[in-house]
Structure formats: C-alpha cells, structure tokens
C-alpha cells in the first residue's frame, strides 16, 4: 500500500482547517441569523457553546481522526470495530457533509456572480434600492445560477483532485491571509461609517427576552456549522496529521481564528446596515446588499467590491474542498477508488443534489415543506439544526465513553502542555457536550 498522505506542516494544517472553518458560515450566514434572532443574545449563546462545546468536540475530531487514521467511516470502523454502529455516526457524517457541499455550491455561486459584477461596475453609483434589485433578479435567473455553481464545484474538485499537500494545503496558503487582510479593512471603514455605534449594541448587548428556544436552536447548530463539526471533516483532516500535533493548541487556534472573523464580519456589514436603514433580519441576502453599498461610492470602490466577492468565494472554496474530501477520503481509503475518479463522480453527484436548492429560489418557489421550508431551507436546516448537532453529540459521547484508549495515552495525544487540559476536556466532553445539545432538542421538542 502507499504511503497515506500527511500535511507538510502544522501551519499548513492550521490554515487548511481554519480555511475549513471559515466560510460563508462566518461572513454570509452569522450576520443575517444573528441579525434574524435579535443580535446580543444569540451571540453570546453562540459564543459560550464555542467554548464550552465547540472545542472539545473540535478536539475530539481531531483525536479520533489521528488515531484512526482514516475516513470518517474507516476511523471509527478501526477504533470502534468493524460492524460497530458506531460506524453509523462515520456514515451519517458522510452524507452530512455531503448534502452541504450540495447548497453551500449554489450560494457560493452567487459570489463568482458577484465578483463578475463589481468588475463589470454594474454596482458602482447605484442606489441601495438597485443593489437590492440586482439581487433579487440573480435569484430569479436559474440558468446564471447553475453556471456559477458549477464553475464554483469544478474549482473545488480540481483543488481536491490534486491531494492534501497540492491541492488543499497549498490554496489554504494562500486564500486564508488574503481573506483577513481584506476583513480587516471592511472592518476599519465600518468603523467609521456612523452605524458603528448601533452595530456593536447590536451585536453585543444581550436581550434575553429575544430567545426563543428556536433562536437557541440556531445558535447552537450555528456553532457546530462554523467550527465545521459533525460532519467528519475535522476526523479526516486530523487523520493526515503527524503524531506529536498538540490537539488543544490546535482547535484553540482555529476556533479563535474562526471566531474572529466572524466577529469581524459583523462589525464590517451591521454598520452600513444601520447606516443604509436596512433590515438587520432581511435574510441570505443580507452580504450581497450591505456590501455593494460600502463600496458604490467608495473611490476605487468597484476594485474592492471585486476583491472582496473573491475573497468571499475563496473562502467558500476552502471550506467547500473540505466537505468533498470528507467523501472522497472515504473512497479512497475505504474502496480503494483513485482520488479523480472519487473527485469527479462525487462532485458531479454534488452538482444534482444541488439543483433543487438552487431552483427553491426561482421554479420550485412555491414547493414547500413542513409549512414553509423550501427545499435550500429544508437542507440548511437539517443539516445546521440536526445533523451537525447530532453528529457533534455522537463524536463527544464516543470519545468521551467508548474511546478505548488509557486516560494517559488521551492525555498525551490531546494536549503536551498543561496538565489541566486534559481533566477539563474530560469534563466537558463527557457531561457538558451531550447534555447541552440535548437540553437544546428537549427544548425545541418543546415548541413543536
Ligand atoms: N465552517 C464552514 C463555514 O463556516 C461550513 C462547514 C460546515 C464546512 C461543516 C464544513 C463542514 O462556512
Ligand atoms: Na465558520
């Protein structure tokens, strides 16, 4: 058999799991649901469910990968035993990650779409009311849309298809720092654009007659979406890391990084919401409205309108090449399929599944399920409500219970530094984790 690939370094591990990490969950999705659930409150439960739930299942991710050394579904096979049902939640992961990558596509699309229209200078000089306009009408023309989703999923099979160190590793050098530096200066003009003020009481004064169970719903399932937990991509990823990786240090620096930006994203898009007079709670659109604004009158501004659509799109690009590895690692590793033809049929399987998503916005309108869910919001929510919370819950109760490894030897895989880490992990893996997603399902059950 041939040598399994490994990163070529810790580094490059770091940037390929934050790229993972952060995303459209981070700089399209947590402003517009923030905005969608009343602001502070939502944010600070998402922020405690990062720290309290997030890292240790990142952690845990990590663990089982290493140790099993495989796909989602062939780790747990390896550690669990073959016939396990533990081998269900490998599966269930799979397929999670999977149907992700089949929407996460279309709204990635309309970020190349974007960044054909600010280099064009179609939202240059135009009013909030046309830049509200030209959205609606990219939502309304299936046809551009499918193209942008399937130029989005070739980029992402080709980047796959070339292999961890090639392919993932080496774009994740690039694309992660590219992306801050620009964050980092949407956030500086924020700053200054006047909704500042309103902006941070917005996203950080904490109201708590907002929650609703659902809005507690969403922000927990936020926080596994995007830390990129449940849906094996952290197992695979771990599984190409070297022995000697401090796991802690590791999720503590994706996490923070991930954290960040989309602290920083909120800062860069509430201002010139507040200062425009739009709707905080306006929905997916909520980016591809506030940003056009900040740069319309800005000099040069059709410039960073096209750099920062770019940067948006390379971000989903390296979290979109980590929902397909999850699938083609577990054909390689498990049926022996070549990495190409792995790449090229599961993408293409992506590209289908997607189409009813992207129609959900045009043609399918009107088809709705459960009252009111289109078939995109069907699949976000079974993903970010259900199967990401679930599967992060399965991953916490496995390692923290079943995991047969001597307390010593977790120790020594999860943290080389401190020697409170570990009994804290412990802890919260084993009580707080499950219990927190489920007290947040009892709770929903409550409702419905
Ligand atoms: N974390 C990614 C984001 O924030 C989304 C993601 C979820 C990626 C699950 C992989 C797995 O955009
Ligand atoms: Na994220």
């Not at 439960?45 to 739930?53: A, D, F, G, N, Q």
């Not at 298809?161 to 994740?172: D, F, K, L, V, Y």
């Not at 659902?214 to 695979?236: D, E, K, R, Y």
């Not at 047969?404 to 020594?412: D, F, L, P, V, Y």
Request: with cysteine.
């Amino acid at each position: 058999m041939t040598q399994r690939s490994q990163w070529a370094s810790r580094l490059g591990f770091i940037l390929a799991a934050s790229g993972s990490s952060i995303g459209l969950g981070n700089i399209w999705k947590f402003p517009y649901v923030a905005g969608q659930n009343g602001g502070g409150a939502f944010v600070l439960v998402y922020l405690v469910s990062i720290l309290l739930v997030g890292i240790p299942i990142m952690m845990a991710e990590f663990l089982l990968g290493r140790e099993g050394g495989k796909d989602a579904i062939g780790s747990f096979a390896r550690l669990a035993g073959k016939n396990s049902p533990w081998c269900l939640v490998g599966g269930t992961s799979v397929i999670a990650a999977f149907i992700l990558l089949s929407f996460y596509a279309v709204v990635a699309g309309w970020c190349f779409d974007y960044v054909v229209k600010s280099a064009a200078g179609t939202l240059q000089h135009a009013s909030p009311e046309q830049i509200s306009a030209l959205f609606s009408d990219l939502l309304s023309s299936p046809g551009q849309m499918i193209f942008w989703q399937a130029c989005f999923l070739m980029a992402t099979a080709a980047i796959v298809s070339c292999g961890i160190q090639h392919g993932i590793e080496r774009w994740s050098k690039i694309l992660m720092p590219l992306l801050f530096l620009l964050l980092l200066y949407l956030f500086v003009h924020g700053l200054f654009s006047g909704g500042a003020g309103r902006a941070a009481q917005f996203l950080f004064s904490a109201d708590f007659s907002l929650l609703t169970p659902q809005s507690l719903l969403a922000a927990v399932g936020h926080s596994f979406f995007t830390l990129s937990l449940g849906a094996g991509v952290m197992i695979t990823y771990g599984s190409y890391l070297d022995r000697q990786a401090d796991l802690f240090s590791m999720a503590i620096k994706v996490s923070a990084l991930d954290t960040m930006v989309a602290l920083l994203a909120g800062m860069a898009i509430f201002p010139v919401v507040f200062s425009a007079g739009l709707d905080p709670g306006a929905g997916p659109g909520l980016v591809f409205q506030t940003i056009p604004i900040v740069f319309s009158s800005a000099p040069m501004g059709w410039l960073l309108a096209v750099v920062f659509f770019l940067l948006l799109a390379f971000a989903a690009l390296s979290s979109s090449i980590s929902m397909l590895e999850v699938s083609v690692a577990w054909l390689v590793d498990e049926k022996q399929w070549s990495r190409f033809k792995s790449t090229t049929l599961l993408s293409l399987g992506a590209f289908l599944l997607g189409l009813p998503s992207l129609f959900s916005f045009n043609l399918w309108h009107d088809v709705t399920f459960f009252g009111s869910l289109t078939f995109f919001d069907l699949c976000d929510k079974l993903i970010t409500s259900y199967m990401l919370p679930l599967g992060g819950m399965a991953v916490a109760v496995y390692s923290g219970w079943f995991l047969k490894r001597s307390s010593s030897q977790c120790r020594q895989s999860l943290c080389c530094a401190q020697s409170w880490i570990y009994p804290l992990w412990s802890i919260l893996i084993r009580f707080v984790a499950p219990v927190a997603v489920a007290i947040v399902f009892i709770q929903q059950l409550g409702v419905i």
